[in-house]
């Protein structure tokens, strides 16, 4: 942490700054300019709430120096982290796809599904059973019928299975049909799950949330680290801003950034970003070429009678072309699929 | 819902669209124009999924013409709705204040503000027990001693009590102390939690998630109306915007709309809003002068010293100073303290 | 500016980093740490793009320790300005309020509201003659015609004249007319305008840019006030955010963050924030409660039949009455109208 | 237009609307439900104010159906546009590439770079001559002078120009040096400019603003358009949102929304976006998978003594490998470079 004195700063003010900063445990440095007095406070407090400084007597700003999450950071564990679940490694060379329907909607839909993910050379099977809605009218997930359903079709075509949590209270279930965990963007910040989540040693997708910078994002991923829990993978969904054109906007700029300051590895979701199916190809081609880990989309074999989401699905054909596609990309920076 | 066709829809698609409104359950409206046919789909379907029209053949675009929640809104409730706790009423001609620090610290610091609550004419004190906090290393609240402290000050200086519940296996202990449930912005969309809630008959305060439209703040307060508890109050508290110089937004605006759209009544909340003492007062002044319906400041008679969110508590006498221009200002729009 | 080197920079790159400090003409302050070394780099170079230290070898990270506007801050000029025109002083305790048409349509239509703008006690007459509009299609003012038709107005209800100027080659001909040049929020980084208008002496009031930061803003009335002319006054008139039910974002917490970073006065405008009429007489109450040193105001007495901003403008009685609750609020912080 | 009537309306309100659809020049369709009644005015009239109906009595909404911008859009012309200069075609199947330092800085910076351009393929220079700079203090370009320079070395390698433009009484002068005009992020809604641009018939690629939405960005081609100038490219640089790692966040999803939208070619500029030299080459990358017309980038054989913009310059070999990875990306989208 920096602290900019006010350049009329008391001599009394200032050791009245310094005893603080002593309280709250930090090595001080203080530098004297012509004009201003900096002091450099050393020592990583995370989580310490910068206002605390700020609002004291000549000090006329402070800037926190080092980044508030640790154990998902870069200069905590220099070599990018691989989560490995049975033979499926995310974070490497190979991209891992994610693929299937927003909602399970019963054993032909699923299994059908199913098939065409392992046709086409992806690894996880995702869908949903509990559906966080933004309506308490609109249908809200089989619940553990479509776990089991999942678990089967993923069974039968040798797939992990990926699926969303929304309370505490549904771990222990989910735990026994699930590979992977995925909390969605609006519990981002939803720490009481977060804790607990990080006493399971199930791997956790956290997907960004809505408006949330990286850097919440990568506390939240701590706040699992933290508890325990070593694999975490993020997830980049789209974040709001004022377009009106698009659901969300998809900040693909975000994936090379969270590379820069964390060994986690990051899945790109286009197809919650954009929201409309047309445009989610040219969008997961540049996933794959921005430098993704992996890839999740939503594919349905009869979108316009899907329970949830049908709009932004890929129809299978549409999907197995895209594979193609992001093959090819692949190969331009050294990847496969 | 106006489903405007495309110039060249032919007659199959038109009747294959139509079709697909009958089996959705609406109405259907045709209005034929030299070029372009438009479609009216009449009937109220809190919840649909617009995109489902959008994506069919021959459709150009679609709107939806009615609000996406009914419970909340003025056209279900045309008269204000006021929410009544023991003798005080929140929603009516006299602003309810809810004023305490973030966090309770312990007995003494607790009883030595509710005093100043009191002393201000205030008749709810607030106080954080279970704290949502965006690092995991930060202080997380006293818990259920909290609760009793707050409580027992609450009761010695004729007070009610409101306190943030963070997760569904916190309800039944809150419920123990606290008068009014408070939900935080991060939690705006779990959805699990308002569910929980709206089955209790305890009044519930919304507060508005940090990049939630309004639309969507009143789709989360419509789960807790359908779920039957009546007594939902929201609460504005800052958005998310590119401004870097405020912690956030105090989108002041939200509350003449909010009263135009819905029969709840809004409270501001200027400390989260802004983040600093020192533009808190001028905030809570406007605040009062758009019509809130109500205020929640969060004070510390050592905020130096606060477990939390110190830099954003006013001292009590500034707390008291500023009550008696929000009083002016109340009177000039017919309202009192 | 302060500059945070890796922990593992070597002496090399340390002496590298401080030769391109003294040649960008700092003096330097170094700070050595246990695990870290800090460098200050103090001298005011308002301007200087931190990104050159950022990119060095060595660097971990650079935070810039002073504002990048110097004669619009309060630290070049701790007491507030005063913009004097003929007896009308703005920025002192008695609000300026700027009121009348979007556009000017006519003789009998200017004269109409300028006799209502006086006779509320209001000192400055606004109007537009040419209209920056976002569509070709749309009416684009009736240029000098209503320069001279306001003119008339204001001589003849002793009022003062403020119109907006779009482009380098109209400010000749406005300045014949008007007292007081309006820069609309789409022009606020229009560089090349903002030299030209350093150049007369004549009042000049600065929108904020619909996506600008307060900093930007006060970057661009540095450009004014550095070509020498020292009568600026900034107006706030909504920012962009993701919120749909609102035209825009009315900021008003930026009034008292200008107020603390800068001596300029700060002008509110609340009928561009929020687009419908219905809704400015709140938000102007707000924005005398908040501290806005005056206020922008359209008015029409046929708003129906308006060229332009229809919607927005109040009709005379309802402002009539909007002046009179604005009143009492002033006096809640000791000011007038 | 689809205008939704109160359920409450009166036979007398009806009417009243009518007579004003009427007015404005719209054909009207009347559908009545059993609760409401719609009213579809048929009609295009770009830029109309739809507030104008929204405020009349006995309105509940109104709906515009048609885009606000007409000569941009796809239902005006269906084939996409193609801007040819010379031998180059922008819009077709071979990306255009736009490269050159940020701004011209003397004859063996500018043709040194111009001849890195050469060798990678690419067919356009870019260089500033003129710069728009948020600080008053910063370095502004070297005018006429950069411009002869940059013309020069264009002739000596083959290449176009392309050069901002700020104010309407540059036109002239770079119309005697530039193959393409160039408007800035912060001009965009500069209509007067605009308007002087419409009236050449030099090819003008027109940047988005830096919170313009895709409605406002064809808007503002639509004032290019209407003029005569059929040659309009759009660039996307980069829009604002809470982000603070990023400087920008880089729309990518504004690419496809934009090609289904309008006929125009759109160029993706990443080093604008990113505002870092690491993380351009990804973005790059991503742009060419998205489907972008082309790309302009910077790039420096010594960012650490530009003038301006450095820290976001390729090195010349970093670029050229850069040229590589996406030759390799627009294969799998039937393109070249």
Redesign the interface.
């Known amino acids: 942490m920096?602290i900019?004195l006010e350049?009329n700063a008391t001599e009394q003010q200032i050791s009245n700054i310094k005893d603080?900063l002593h309280d709250f445990g930090f090595?001080i440095?203080?530098?004297?300019?012509?004009?201003?007095t900096?002091l450099?406070a050393?020592g990583v407090?995370?989580?310490f709430?910068i206002?605390?400084v700020?609002?004291?007597e000549g000090v006329?700003?402070v800037?926190r120096?080092t980044y508030?999450f640790k154990l998902a950071s870069r200069?905590f564990k220099e070599d990018k982290s691989i989560v490995k679940i049975k033979d499926v490694e995310i974070g490497g060379d190979k991209l891992a796809l994610m693929i299937g329907p927003c909602s399970v909607e019963g054993e032909e839909q699923i299994f059908k599904l199913a098939e065409v993910v392992a046709k086409s050379g992806a690894k996880i099977l995702r869908g949903g059973a509990f559906k966080?809605?933004?309506?308490?009218?609109?249908f809200q997930g089989m619940g553990e019928e479509g776990l089991k359903l999942m678990r089967k079709a993923a069974d039968e075509f040798g797939l992990l299975v990926i699926t969303e949590v929304?309370?505490?209270?549904q771990i222990d279930l989910i735990a026994k049909y699930a590979d992977i965990f995925q909390v969605g963007a609006?519990?981002m910040?939803?720490?009481?799950?977060l804790?607990e989540l990080s006493t399971t040693r199930i791997p956790v997708m956290l997907k960004r949330?809505?408006?949330a910078?990286?850097?919440?994002w990568l506390?939240?991923a701590?706040?699992i680290l933290?508890?325990g829990n070593k694999d975490v993978i993020l997830c980049e969904r789209g974040?709001?801003?004022?377009?009106?054109?698009?659901r969300n906007?998809?900040?693909?700029?975000?994936?090379?950034?969270v590379h820069?300051?964390s060994h986690l590895p990051v899945i790109a979701d286009p197809s919650h970003?954009?929201?409309?199916?047309?445009?989610v190809p040219?969008?997961a081609?540049?996933?794959?070429?921005?430098?993704a880990d992996g890839l999740m989309i939503e594919i349905h074999h009869d979108?316009?009678n899907a329970f949830?989401?049908?709009?932004?699905a890929l129809l299978p054909e549409t999907y197995l072309n895209l594979v193609n596609?992001?093959r090819?990309?692949a190969?331009?920076?050294g990847k496969t699929i």
């Open positions: 920096v900019i350049n603080h090595e440095h203080e530098s004297k300019g012509a004009v201003r900096i450099g050393i407090k995370p989580g709430d206002r605390k700020k609002i004291l006329a700003d800037y120096v508030p200069s966080p809605r933004s309506s308490p009218y609109s929304m309370q505490i209270n609006r519990n910040q939803n720490f009481s799950l804790k949330g809505l408006s910078t990286i850097e919440e506390m939240s701590e706040y933290a508890g974040i709001r801003t004022f377009e009106k054109y698009t906007t998809f900040d693909l700029s975000a994936i090379p950034v820069n300051k970003a954009i929201g409309l199916r047309d445009q040219p969008l081609r540049a996933a794959v070429a921005v430098g979108p316009e949830s989401d049908g709009p932004q596609e992001m090819t990309i190969t331009a920076i």
